[in-house]
């Protein structure tokens, strides 16, 4: 349901979460037409183009991802903790507000109430620098630790972060009440993925609002007060030691607490972000319904500058205790070497601003829930015949693309709808009902999806039936339908998946033995970009993996490097993201090769061979390619031995593989691979063949 303004503020407040922002955090929060004012408008293609203090007029004139916002005081490069940005606090709150986006969800009577996201977002002009934490013993002392930050490492300008509360509203049909709008889940932002909770365990506020902690300069979101362990921050270089001292962690951290680490200093003035407290000056500003915010969010380009200069500065603050100057410069060392020879994970190091939330993911980072909350339109029809739900299946198999499908009617009974099936990108299929003397096929390539399903029942006996099914694609084309009639609009009933999903699953009910007929019906949707399966080559022997989670909750990174292992045989298959990640499936026989993808390129497309070893299906031989801009391919890695018939993984030209998914345990037994749009692929170096692509 569509709801009012004021139904919006209610349910915005029920849940407006309270923020605590860690006290030795300089890099704080921030309105959006204040930072404004502390900002240059520039033009990524254009280097004489440049607005001092721009306002929402010009944001909305120069709106084009081309265009970024610079601060107009370049952010301190070395120790920022000491060098305040965002709105000062007062009365222990930041005056910065939350700025809310609600996204009603299609509603079903099967048994699923309406859900409701509610997006918070908040903005802060600079990520500071990445904590780290050291683990050390000097001869005698005992183990030491260490958090302090990292300057100017992952420092970036503009920095925007959110929090999303999924709802189910139980308001009696036809009416709205807000003690029946239920919390359901809570959404984190950590870096670039996510962290959910059910809402009953997440720690509330005395009048039941979700209580939420910012860690210290990364601002990511946690649910407790805690230091959390990210990245070894040396992943290849062995820790050892020095003198009479030995170091033996060394890890990126998030730091939600000071727990008694932190070792630089700061005033430790309490912080925290709470609209709905009256003296905190802070305020809920509706991105549907205030003036200015209409305005900014319709800025596609960046809210910091497009990069800053995060190479390695020697900076690292002073540890405090006596005799340990020796670990210090050890440390130091290590991280210098780490930022020269390329061993620090890229994600630390990289300084790129983000866009704003309506160009985030799906609109408002919707992307966040494609992956677990299929939306569910309203049950049409009756419950006669077998129960039919596809959307368990799609769920273990992790939602494949809908390729095309069927659509069955009968000549003799008017063209009445019989039955329908769905394709999916993985070669399975879902079928309801059953077949007929007159059959409507379509095929749906890469980028084309259902976006509406039309359909109209009857009365059969004392049961309602399905008599007339229709799909259209997002092209606005009518693809399919069981008669060339359409039901008159008096009769029809639509069901249009949100803006950006498609149509991927049903449930319901209907009959294919005695006789064939659809009895209801409700569909499913998920967002249209996502990774989907393509089909697997090889065998049923070893364990499942599917890299599918890692790219859901790391925002789709880009792959970055791979390494074969092979001889007669594929072994194993190393995948790093540019993240600084790397997922390896496969056992350690065989011989490594490495290919980089080169920056600007993308992998576009497999070969593959299987043989028999053991009278078991293995995958014999592979091949890896990667697409440039001008849509030229390039074999970057091969390994095995050819055997047979090869099986080609294809992408489109506006696709790319994202990751893996199949069997495997000493070898690689069967090899599927995750496919979606290039532009879902998170920000970094496969952005240039974007912008040419465009």
């Known amino acids: 349901m569509a709801y009012t303004q004021a139904q919006t503020q209610q349910i915005a407040e029920k849940f407006a979460p309270l923020l605590i922002l860690h006290p030795k955090d300089m890099n704080r929060p921030m309105a959006v037409t204040e930072y404004l004012q502390t900002v240059a408008l520039k033009d990524n293609n254009n280097s004489a183009f440049s607005i001092d203090k721009p306002t929402l007029d010009n944001l909305v004139q120069y709106k084009a991802s081309n265009y970024y916002l610079e601060q107009l005081t370049e952010p301190a490069s070395g120790n920022d903790s000491k060098s305040p940005t965002g709105s000062q606090i007062v009365n222990g709150y930041s005056p910065a507000p939350l700025y809310v986006k609600i996204q009603p969800l299609p509603n079903s009577e099967a048994g699923y109430p309406p859900l409701i996201r509610i997006v918070y977002a908040v903005f802060y002009p ?12 000097v001869l005698g002392a005992g183990a030491r630790h260490r958090s302090f930050p990292l ?14 509360i999924v709802a189910t509203d139980l308001s009696p049909s036809g009416g709205f009440d807000i003690s029946k709008v239920e919390g359901r889940s809570v959404w984190a932002s950590q870096h670039s993925g996510f962290a959910d909770i059910d809402f009953e365990a997440v720690q509330k506020t005395d009048d039941g609002r979700p209580i939420l902690y910012s860690a210290l300069n990364s601002h990511a979101h946690y649910f407790q007060a805690a230091t959390t362990s990210l990245d070894n921050l040396i992943s290849y270089v062995p820790l050892s030691g020095v ?12 730091a939600t607490d000071e727990n008694g680490l932190i070792v630089y200093t700061g005033k430790d003035e309490p912080a925290s972000l709470d609209p709905l407290n009256k003296d905190s000056g802070s305020s809920l500003i509706y991105a549907d319904y205030d003036a200015d915010a209409k305005q900014w969010t319709q800025f596609a380009g960046k809210w ?17 205790y006596n005799g340990e100057g020796s670990i210090e410069e050890f440390i130091r060392g290590l991280l210098m070497a780490g930022a020269i020879f390329g061993f620090i994970p890229k994600k630390l190091i990289q300084g790129g601003a983000p866009t704003g939330p309506a160009m985030q993911k799906g609109g408002w980072w919707l992307n966040e829930l494609a992956f677990n909350y299929p939306y569910h339109s309203t049950y049409v029809g009756g419950k006669l015949g077998i129960e039919t739900d596809a959307l368990t299946g799609l769920q273990g198999r992790e939602f494949p693309r809908v390729t095309g499908g069927t659509i069955y009617s009968s000549k003799e009974e008017s063209d009445q709808l019989t039955g329908f099936r769905l394709n999916y990108s993985d070669g399975s299929s879902y079928a309801m009902g059953g077949v007929g003397d007159s059959v409507s096929a379509f095929s749906l390539p890469p980028g084309s999806y259902i976006a509406k399903a039309i359909f109209s029942t009857v009365t059969s006996g004392k049961d309602e039936i399905i008599n007339f099914l229709g799909f259209y694609d997002n092209g606005g084309m009518l693809i399919a339908a069981s008669s ?63 890299q599918y989670e890692f790219l859901a909750d790391n925002d789709v990174p880009r792959i970055t490097a791979l390494t074969l292992r092979s001889g007669e045989r594929v072994d194993a298959l190393s995948v790093e993201f540019e993240t600084g990640e790397v997922l390896t499936q496969g056992g350690d026989g065989g011989s490594p090769q490495t290919a980089q993808i080169p920056e600007g390129q993308v992998l576009a497309k497999i070969e593959l061979t299987t043989t028999k070893y053991h009278r078991h299906t293995r995958i014999s031989s592979a091949a890896f390619y990667t697409r440039d801009p001008s849509g030229k391919l390039t074999k970057i890695l091969s390994g095995g031995h050819q055997n047979g018939t090869v099986y080609t993984i294809a992408t489109a030209t506006s696709e790319a593989i994202m990751g893996f998914y199949g069997r495997s345990g000493d070898e690689i037994d069967k090899l599927g691979a995750l496919i979606g749009p290039v532009d879902l692929i998170a920000e970094g170096a496969a952005k240039p063949l974007l912008k040419k692509a465009s």
């Not at 300057?151 to 999303?164: K, L, Q, S, V």
């Not at 910091?304 to 405090?320: H, I, R, V």
Request: no cysteine.
């Open 484 to 546: 060339a009639t359409l039901p008159s609009e008096k009769d029809m009933i639509e069901v249009v998946a949100p803006d950006g999903m498609g149509i991927v699953a049903f449930t319901g009910y209907g009959m294919s033995m005695f006789e064939d007929f659809v009895s209801g019906i409700a569909f499913y949707s998920l967002p249209a970009e996502r990774p989907y399966h393509s089909l697997e080559y090889g065998g049923p022997h070893g364990s499942g993996f599917s």
């Open 304 to 320: 910091g500058k497009w990069s800053l200069d995060n190479d390695y500065q020697a900076d690292l603050p002073d540890l405090p």
């Open 151 to 164: 300057p100017p490492f992952a420092r970036h300008e503009g920095d925007w972060e959110h929090i999303t």
């Open 126 to 137: 600079l990520n500071g620098a990445q904590m780290a934490r050291a683990t050390f013993s």
């Open 243 to 254: 003198g009479d001292a030995a170091v033996t962690y060394l890890k990126a951290v998030d």
